[in-house]
């Protein structure tokens, strides 16, 4: 589960990256696959896929949330 975390989060930073990108004008997955791709949209769908997992396990992979867990 740890892997699929790791994943997980790294397609999450990914993607808010690109958001602060295109809030300057700039679409990193688009200019990298190009814009409407198929590839693009594989990105997109992971990234989407991602910040649903992440929402639904948060709290037994997170130290802050879980108290079991420890800091």
């Known amino acids: ?8 989060f790294t397609l999450l930073v ?11 004008g700039w679409n990193l997955v688009d200019k990298v696959l ?7 949209m594989v ?3 992971l990234v989407g896929l991602s ?3 992440e929402v639904l396990n948060h ?3 997170c130290k802050c949330c ?6």
């Open 14 to 24: 990914v993607g808010g990256l690109n958001w602060l990108l295109v809030a300057f």
């Open 66 to 71: 879980n108290p079991g867990m420890g800091m």
């Open 34 to 40: 190009g814009p409407g791709s198929t590839g693009a």
């Open 43 to 45: 990105v997109y769908v």
């Open 1 to 8: 589960m740890k892997t699929l975390h790791m994943i997980t």
């Open 51 to 53: 910040a649903i997992w």
């Open 59 to 61: 709290k037994k992979n």
